[in-house]
């Protein structure tokens, strides 16, 4: 069974760095075709896609925040990181962590985390 | 990068068809054969429910249909029921190597 968990700070300073973890089961990130993705959702609004790398460590940003963005994996431990720096109270969202295995659904997410809230405010 | 256009609305009533539209550019949802549709429930994680403009998910229904003309795509949903009531947002891979989002729509079943 696939699994992702998202885990990280509930709450937020403005201009504070945002450090979420994703840990996943069922899959590796090792394999061909595979990869792990951010997206957020405001309350109330649409997804928004934030970033995603894959198996071979390649990585792609929103074109809109890839200055303060940063993700990267580390397959031993069958984690994804992202970093986002200067964070803002619009920035208040649910962070989703989510897989997309291009040898099944390409470009597409199969699975999804829960998703974690954070808040951003002073 | 704008996000993909959709309708905010539709309402449809038990038993007829919808069609929910995605618009969006030559860059994306017209470049693209990656376009996907997910339907989401208040305070759930969306699901897949179409992906690669037109494919199903094994153990989505046969009710859902994907399409796409030139950089519009759309999501049929037909025989509605009460239970398909809920968001569905589009998305698409671009040209620059980035993923989409359209901004959802809320179905309602009269």
């Known amino acids: 069974q696939v699994t992702l968990r998202e885990s990280g700070p509930a709450l937020l300073k403005p201009t504070q760095t945002l450090t979420l973890t994703c840990t996943f089961s069922?899959?590796?990130?090792?394999?061909?075709?595979?990869?792990v993705s951010w997206i957020r959702q405001p309350p109330g609004k649409a997804l928004e896609w934030l970033a995603l790398?894959?198996?071979?460590?390649?990585?792609y940003y929103s074109t809109s925040l890839e200055t303060r963005l940063t993700i990267s994996k580390d397959t031993s431990k069958n984690q994804v990181v992202l970093k986002m720096t200067n964070m803002d109270p619009i920035d208040t969202a649910t962070y989703y962590c989510?897989?997309?295995?291009?040898?099944?659904?390409?470009?597409?997410?199969?699975?999804w985390g829960q998703g974690t809230t954070v808040t951003v405010a002073s | 990068q704008s996000a993909l256009t959709q309708p905010a609305s539709v309402s449809g009533s038990p038993g007829q068809s919808i069609t929910i539209s995605c618009t969006g550019t030559?860059?994306?949802?017209?470049?693209?054969?990656?376009v996907s549709w997910y339907q989401q429930f208040p305070g759930k994680a969306p699901k897949l429910i179409i992906f690669?403009?037109?494919s199903r998910p094994s153990g989505v229904s046969h009710r859902f249909s994907g399409s796409k003309s030139a950089n519009t795509a759309s999501l049929t949903i037909s025989g509605l029921q009460t239970d398909d009531e809920a968001d569905y947002i589009c998305?698409?891979?671009?040209?620059?190597?980035?993923?989409?989002f359209g901004g959802g729509t809320k179905l309602t079943v009269l």
């Open positions: 998305s698409s891979y671009t040209s620059i190597n980035t993923i989409l």
């Open positions: 790398v894959d198996w071979d460590d390649d990585k």
């Open positions: 989510a897989r997309i295995f291009h040898a099944s659904v390409t470009y597409g997410v199969d699975v």
């Open positions: 690669e403009v037109s």
């Open positions: 069922g899959f590796s990130l090792n394999t061909t075709g595979m990869c």
């Open positions: 030559s860059s994306d949802v017209g470049g693209s054969d990656y």
